[in-house]
């Protein structure tokens, strides 16, 4: 693990306590320049998360709580006229940050939400026939409430898609909860967080995750993964080729976050829940859950070698 | 009862399954058999729906009594095909209202593939083996449906499926045709399908041909290897009729005629009395099932070799069983022929006999005319030549006669088919003293073009004479060619064409429209067809197998057939069995998965079996914790295998990774000692 990994993943974990592998996933998603969706019950330290994140990456900041009447212009920004100046000035909305919050994104109206994830799509907004590039590197962490929870407008299929990794952060195990319940408030403890590294070394670490090297046999396993995921009656639908290449792209910053110079079939392994769970159904069940299953299935049945 | 309820597509099926294969017998069924399928069909559709419930065990007593009884008195006897058919329709049918199990539903099923395969007892055509082909698509397709869960709710499908199956069978199905020994059957039913046969008997009475004339049925096929004679020359000699008891002629008693001559026998003293002239016509003849025993031939047949088929005195072919089914024989044929030059005063008696005190008027008629001819030649034009002269008339409806039908035929009616014709001539020779006899069998066919062959059916019927000359043997006349020769040049039908009697009783025969092109070109088809069929797998006997296969295989005997058609069926298994297994891994391993896969195997003999999901760094971890003492050693295998085969992209040389693995093994063997 490089160094400077290590010691993000390391100072995160104070924050959430017994988080690893989940801080772990969240890291390889932001290496691959993908937007993250963790989708928990509230109070699961969801939003603590994406805070710790933003403050040891040296990130700007910006969240947006997504409520039933929040507006696109909420999202994006407004302009507002300057009586002194006779102009109309841009006042940026809280999209305009390097690292963005979108609490509860499915709390809020079908026409925000694709607001929001138009933006992520293109890296850029366009408010009144003008067009403004989002800061660099651009990161949205979205969370949601389980859909079945009251008061919420389940994303569709395609919209899941826009998330390069969707992430569940679950219960602490006991000990890390005595810690928790026995230890300081972890506000106190998230303003104390220092950053462990600067943008640019963020964005050189994108660069040399894209570097790992992928062996011919590495891509015929994924490929004989896709082909499960189009072929066995359980699943309702295949994985696209999109896909195929989130599960790769993310397979490569896990190697990268091991510290290897290479892919091996258990990175595929240790990504593929989170990269394909949201973008698959079981064809036994209409209510969209099932893709746990189904990728744990994938997992089980799909020889790595061969 | 339990809860067992058959799947929807299943009963579906097996309902029509089952109509489908009692259908073509509805005809030979008792009425009320019939009235009882129907009451049992309703009865469990009634049960699917839960309207009722399965007959108490009372009702099905009653049901099996009545209907054993009924069928007793129905048939009158249990001798016979129909009523065990019948039987078995019947309790096919009733062990729907049985249905319990998922086992009683099998039992339908296979109980409807016997009954299918019934239908082949009475009919072995190809409408007939199509129609059975769909059947058992349907029976299929209900077996399918009974493993089938309840949620397959098209029934379409199931018969999609069913068909696959039954497609893919084919070729085994070919193949067991071809190879699987023909074994005579242990016992023989009395097959129906002679009932109601007509065909040339052994007695020909005025109007018994003329009767004959009336069915477009199928005689026989006679295949020419070479050129086909003209139609006035194809006589196929069938009977010889040489005792006349004023009314009717019937064949000479057999004792008289000393033995027939079996192939593979010295020859007998009666056979050089046959002289073979001109040349020759080779031919075969596929009969259809007459349950008589004699043959048809070309004037004049050489011996035969085939089994069972003998030579009798009269030079004709005669079977030594009935013949049931389809029978094909080869023969040849010489056209020009000069048979019992000498003939004894015995059998000169025999053929000159008349019964005393009938037909005195030709009796007197013949003698007038002897006396008016210089010779017997003379006499035999003269009598011919009347024939014309007198105004005879060829008709398909002939005048009843009575007692002396001779004298009302020559000198009143002169109205008459070929047998008055063929009666009345040999009545006229034998008058005079010159031995004659009636001969009957067939005289024409119609040439199809397509098969190149000839079919002769039953309105071919023909009665002639023969006619012995001093010095000459027996020569043919046939005294229909004075009055009618159209009758021998071009067939019955332009013989009649004036009196438009031809197949008068069946409007609707194929044969009537034989001036019809397009409908003659699809008969022709059809029929060609048929003959290939008749030919190739009905006439696919246990000595037409034998000989195909002699001519493929060389010589061979029962056993060996078994043996070869074993072999085959296990190939063809293993095949199948390949093609399934090489389905699996269809992707070539690359040599160095495949080194991996045998140190996994090897791991998997030591009880720690990878499993198909785990890559090689989690399996090399879980072999740590649950076999630390292997950890190294594995390591060591591990590493190299997933340097080479995913930091490089799969080199072909894996010399490191063998090492590695014989290290391994090495390594395990010494700490499995312990």
Same mark, same amino acid.
């Given at each position: 693990?490089?160094?400077?990994?290590?010691?993000?993943?390391?100072?995160?974990?104070?924050?959430? !306590?017994?988080?690893?592998?989940?801080?772990?996933?969240?890291?390889?998603?932001?290496?691959?320049?993908?937007?993250?969706?963790?989708?928990?019950?509230?109070?699961?330290?969801?939003?603590?998360?994406?805070?710790?994140?933003?403050?040891?990456?040296?990130?700007?900041?910006?969240?947006? @709580?997504?409520?039933?009447?929040?507006?696109?212009?909420?999202?994006?920004?407004?302009?507002?006229?300057?009586?002194?100046?006779?102009?109309?000035?841009? %006042?940026?909305?809280?999209?305009?940050?390097?690292?963005?919050?979108?609490?509860?994104?499915?709390?809020?109206?079908?026409?925000?939400?694709?607001?929001?994830?138009?933006?992520?799509?293109?890296?850029?907004?366009?408010?009144?026939?003008?067009?403004?590039?989002?800061?660099?590197?651009?990161?949205?962490?979205?969370?949601?409430?389980?859909?079945?929870?009251?008061?919420?407008?389940?994303?569709?299929?395609?919209?899941?898609?826009?998330?390069?990794?969707?992430?569940?952060?679950?219960?602490?195990?006991?000990?890390?909860?005595?810690?928790?319940?026995?230890?300081?408030?972890? &506000?106190?403890?998230?303003?104390?967080?220092?950053?462990?590294?600067?943008?640019?070394?963020? @964005?050189? =670490?994108?660069?040399?995750?894209?570097?790992?090297?992928?062996?011919?046999?590495?891509?015929?396993?994924?490929?004989?993964?896709?082909?499960?995921?189009?072929?066995?009656?359980?699943?309702?639908?295949?994985?696209?080729?999109?896909?195929?290449?989130?599960?790769?792209?993310?397979?490569?910053?896990?190697?990268?976050?091991?510290?290897?110079? %290479?892919?091996?079939?258990?990175?595929?392994?240790?990504?593929?829940?989170?990269?394909?769970? %949201?973008?698959?159904?079981?064809?036994?069940?209409?209510?969209?859950?099932?893709?746990?299953?189904?990728?744990?299935?994938?997992?089980?049945?799909?020889?790595?070698?061969? | 009862?339990?809860?067992?309820?058959?799947?929807?597509?299943?009963?579906?099926?097996?309902?029509?399954? @089952?109509?489908?294969?009692?259908?073509?017998?509805? +005809?030979?069924?008792?009425?009320?058999?019939?009235?009882?399928?129907?009451?049992?069909?309703?009865? &469990?559709?009634?049960?699917? @729906?839960?309207?009722?419930?399965?007959?108490?065990?009372?009702?099905?007593?009653?049901?099996?009594?009545?209907?054993?009884?009924?069928?007793?008195?129905?048939?009158?006897?249990?001798?016979?095909?129909?009523?065990?058919?019948?039987?078995?329709?019947?309790?096919?049918? #009733?062990?729907? #209202?049985?249905?319990? %199990?998922?086992?009683?539903?099998?039992?339908?099923?296979?109980?409807?593939?016997?009954?299918?395969? +019934?239908?082949?007892?009475?009919?072995?055509?190809?409408?007939?083996?199509?129609?059975?082909?769909?059947?058992?698509?349907?029976?299929?397709?209900?077996?399918?449906?009974?493993?089938?869960?309840?949620?397959?709710?098209?029934?379409?499908?199931?018969?999609?499926?069913?068909?696959?199956?039954?497609?893919?069978?084919?070729?085994?199905?070919?193949?067991?045709?071809?190879?699987?020994?023909?074994?005579?059957?242990?016992?023989?039913?009395?097959?129906?399908?002679?009932?109601?046969?007509?065909?040339?008997?052994?007695?020909?009475?005025?109007?018994?041909?003329?009767?004959?004339?009336?069915?477009?049925?199928?005689?026989?096929?006679?295949?020419?290897?070479?050129?086909?004679?003209?139609?006035?020359?194809?006589?196929?000699?069938?009977?010889?009729?040489?005792?006349?008891?004023?009314?009717?002629?019937?064949?000479?008693?057999?004792?008289?005629?000393?033995?027939?001559?079996?192939?593979?026998?010295?020859?007998?003293?009666?056979?050089?009395?046959?002289?073979?002239?001109?040349?020759?016509?080779?031919?075969?003849?596929?009969?259809?099932?007459?349950?008589?025993?004699?043959?048809?031939?070309?004037?004049?047949?050489?011996?035969?070799?085939?089994?069972?088929?003998?030579?009798?005195?009269?030079?004709?072919?005669?079977?030594?069983?009935?013949?049931?089914?389809?029978?094909?024989?080869?023969?040849?044929?010489?056209?020009?022929?000069?048979?019992?030059?000498?003939?004894?005063?015995?059998?000169?008696?025999?053929? *000159?006999?008349?019964?005393?005190?009938?037909?005195?008027?030709?009796?007197?008629?013949?003698?007038?005319?002897?006396?008016?001819?210089?010779?017997? *030649?003379?006499?035999?034009?003269?009598?011919?030549?009347?024939?014309?002269?007198?105004?005879?008339?060829? *008709? /398909?409806?002939?005048?009843?006669?009575?007692?002396?039908?001779?004298?009302?035929?020559?000198?009143?009616?002169?109205?008459?088919?070929?047998?008055?014709?063929?009666?009345?001539?040999? =009545?006229?020779?034998?008058?005079?003293?010159?031995?004659?006899?009636?001969?009957?069998?067939?005289?024409?066919?119609?040439?199809?073009?397509?098969?190149?062959?000839?079919?002769?059916?039953?309105?071919?019927?023909?009665?002639?004479?023969?006619?012995?000359?001093?010095?000459?043997?027996?020569?043919?006349?046939?005294?229909?060619?004075?009055?009618?020769?159209?009758?021998?040049?071009?067939?019955?039908?332009?013989?009649?064409?004036?009196?438009?009697?031809?197949?008068?009783?069946?409007?609707?025969?194929?044969?009537?429209?034989?001036?019809?092109?397009?409908? *003659?070109?699809?008969?022709?088809?059809?029929?060609?067809?048929?003959?290939?069929?008749?030919?190739?797998?009905?006439?696919?006997?246990?000595?037409?197998?034998?000989?195909?296969?002699?001519?493929?295989?060389?010589?061979?005997?029962?056993?060996?057939?078994?043996?070869?058609?074993?072999?085959?069926?296990?190939?063809?298994?293993?095949?199948?069995?390949?093609?399934? !297994?090489?389905?699996?891994?269809?992707?070539?391993?690359?040599?160095?998965?495949?080194?991996? #896969?045998?140190?996994?195997?090897?791991?998997?003999?030591?009880?720690?079996? &990878?499993?198909?999901?785990?890559?090689?760094?989690?399996?090399?971890?879980?072999?740590?914790?649950?076999?630390?003492?292997?950890?190294?050693?594995?390591?060591?295998?591990?590493?190299?295998?997933?340097?080479?085969?995913?930091?490089?992209?799969?080199?072909?040389?894996?010399?490191? /990774?063998?090492?590695?693995?014989?290290?391994?093994?090495? &390594?395990?063997?010494? +700490?499995?000692?312990?």
């Amino acid at each position: 693990m490089p160094g400077a990994i290590e010691e993000t993943i390391a100072h995160i974990g104070s924050v959430l !306590l017994g988080k690893e592998h989940q801080i772990k996933l969240a890291l390889t998603c932001l290496l691959s320049r993908g937007h993250l969706l963790i989708e928990d019950l509230p109070g699961m330290g969801k939003t603590t998360m994406s805070h710790a994140l933003a403050k040891v990456l040296n990130l700007s900041y910006n969240r947006i @709580q997504f409520t039933s009447d929040l507006l696109p212009a909420d999202i994006l920004g407004v302009s507002v006229y300057d009586k002194d100046s006779g102009k109309f000035n841009f %006042h940026a909305g809280p999209i305009f940050s390097q690292l963005v919050l979108a609490d509860e994104i499915n709390r809020t109206t079908p026409k925000s939400q694709s607001a929001l994830l138009e933006a992520m799509e293109e890296r850029q907004v366009t408010i009144e026939g003008q067009t403004r590039p989002l800061p660099a590197p651009f990161f949205v962490i979205a969370t949601q409430n389980p859909n079945t929870q009251a008061g919420t407008f389940p994303l569709p299929e395609s919209q899941l898609d826009r998330f390069l990794m969707r992430i569940e952060l679950g219960y602490p195990d006991a000990v890390a909860e005595r810690i928790l319940l026995k230890g300081e408030d972890r &506000r106190i403890v998230l303003g104390r967080l220092e950053p462990t590294m600067n943008v640019r070394q963020l @964005q050189e =670490f994108q660069e040399e995750a894209e570097q790992v090297k992928v062996s011919e046999a590495l891509l015929d396993y994924i490929q004989r993964l896709v082909q499960h995921s189009r072929q066995a009656p359980e699943f309702a639908y295949g994985l696209s080729p999109r896909g195929a290449l989130a599960l790769l792209g993310c397979a490569r910053s896990w190697a990268f976050i091991e510290n290897r110079s %290479h892919v091996v079939p258990e990175d595929v392994q240790a990504v593929l829940p989170s990269v394909v769970e %949201h973008r698959l159904r079981e064809a036994a069940d209409f209510s969209g859950h099932g893709g746990t299953a189904l990728a744990q299935r994938m997992l089980i049945k799909v020889d790595v070698i061969g | 009862m339990t809860g067992f309820q058959i799947p929807r597509n299943s009963l579906a099926w097996m309902l029509v399954a @089952q109509t489908a294969v009692i259908a073509p017998h509805l +005809t030979r069924l008792l009425y009320w058999t019939i009235v009882l399928c129907v009451v049992c069909v309703l009865w &469990r559709v009634m049960v699917y @729906q839960g309207r009722w419930s399965y007959p108490g065990k009372w009702i099905k007593v009653l049901f099996v009594v009545f209907g054993i009884a009924g069928s007793i008195i129905g048939y009158g006897t249990f001798l016979g095909l129909d009523p065990w058919v019948g039987l078995l329709i019947m309790m096919f049918v #009733l062990k729907l #209202l049985e249905m319990h %199990h998922k086992r009683d539903g099998y039992v339908i099923i296979l109980l409807g593939y016997f009954v299918a395969m +019934t239908q082949f007892l009475y009919d072995q055509s190809i409408p007939s083996t199509m129609y059975m082909f769909l059947c058992v698509t349907m029976i299929t397709a209900a077996l399918i449906g009974l493993n089938q869960t309840r949620s397959h709710l098209r029934p379409l499908q199931t018969f999609k499926k069913a068909s696959v199956l039954l497609m893919q069978s084919v070729p085994l199905m070919v193949v067991l045709f071809v190879l699987f020994p023909r074994i005579p059957p242990l016992w023989t039913v009395p097959l129906q399908t002679d009932m109601a046969r007509t065909g040339v008997t052994d007695t020909m009475s005025p109007g018994s041909i003329a009767l004959l004339a009336q069915s477009d049925e199928l005689a026989f096929r006679a295949t020419f290897v070479d050129e086909v004679p003209r139609s006035s020359k194809l006589y196929w000699r069938g009977l010889v009729l040489s005792r006349f008891d004023g009314k009717s002629w019937t064949q000479e008693l057999p004792a008289l005629y000393g033995r027939l001559y079996r192939p593979g026998q010295p020859p007998t003293s009666w056979q050089d009395n046959m002289e073979l002239l001109g040349e020759e016509v080779k031919y075969s003849i596929m009969l259809e099932p007459t349950s008589q025993n004699w043959l048809f031939s070309l004037t004049m047949p050489e011996g035969t070799t085939k089994e069972g088929i003998g030579l009798v005195r009269d030079f004709r072919f005669y079977s030594f069983r009935e013949i049931r089914a389809k029978l094909r024989y080869e023969l040849t044929s010489h056209l020009n022929y000069r048979i019992d030059r000498e003939l004894s005063d015995f059998w000169r008696y025999r053929y *000159t006999l008349l019964p005393k005190d009938s037909n005195p008027r030709s009796l007197t008629l013949a003698k007038t005319i002897r006396a008016n001819s210089l010779n017997q *030649t003379d006499y035999i034009r003269n009598i011919l030549r009347s024939y014309y002269l007198d105004e005879f008339v060829y *008709t /398909l409806k002939p005048p009843l006669l009575g007692d002396d039908s001779i004298d009302e035929f020559l000198l009143d009616s002169k109205r008459g088919f070929c047998e008055h014709y063929a009666g009345s001539f040999v =009545f006229l020779m034998r008058a005079v003293g010159i031995p004659a006899r009636v001969v009957v069998g067939y005289q024409g066919g119609e040439y199809n073009r397509i098969g190149n062959y000839i079919e002769v059916r039953q309105f071919d019927a023909h009665a002639w004479t023969e006619v012995w000359q001093e010095g000459q043997g027996w020569i043919r006349v046939d005294p229909t060619s004075a009055v009618a020769p159209e009758r021998i040049e071009s067939g019955l039908e332009s013989a009649v064409e004036d009196e438009n009697t031809f197949l008068a009783n069946l409007p609707l025969s194929w044969m009537k429209y034989r001036q019809t092109l397009w409908l *003659t070109e699809i008969r022709l088809q059809l029929s060609a067809i048929s003959h290939y069929w008749d030919s190739w797998v009905v006439g696919y006997t246990p000595s037409v197998q034998i000989s195909l296969l002699t001519k493929y295989f060389g010589d061979l005997d029962r056993k060996w057939l078994g043996m070869m058609m074993l072999t085959t069926f296990f190939s063809l298994l293993g095949i199948v069995a390949i093609f399934i !297994l090489g389905k699996r891994s269809h992707k070539l391993l690359q040599p160095i998965d495949r080194e991996y #896969l045998k140190f996994c195997q090897l791991l998997a003999k030591e009880g720690l079996p &990878r499993s198909v999901g785990e890559g090689p760094i989690h399996y090399a971890q879980r072999i740590g914790q649950q076999r630390p003492d292997l950890a190294p050693a594995m390591n060591v295998v591990t590493d190299a295998y997933v340097r080479m085969n995913y930091a490089e992209d799969q080199p072909e040389k894996t010399d490191s /990774l063998r090492r590695a693995i014989r290290a391994f093994r090495f &390594r395990t063997l010494t +700490t499995v000692a312990y």
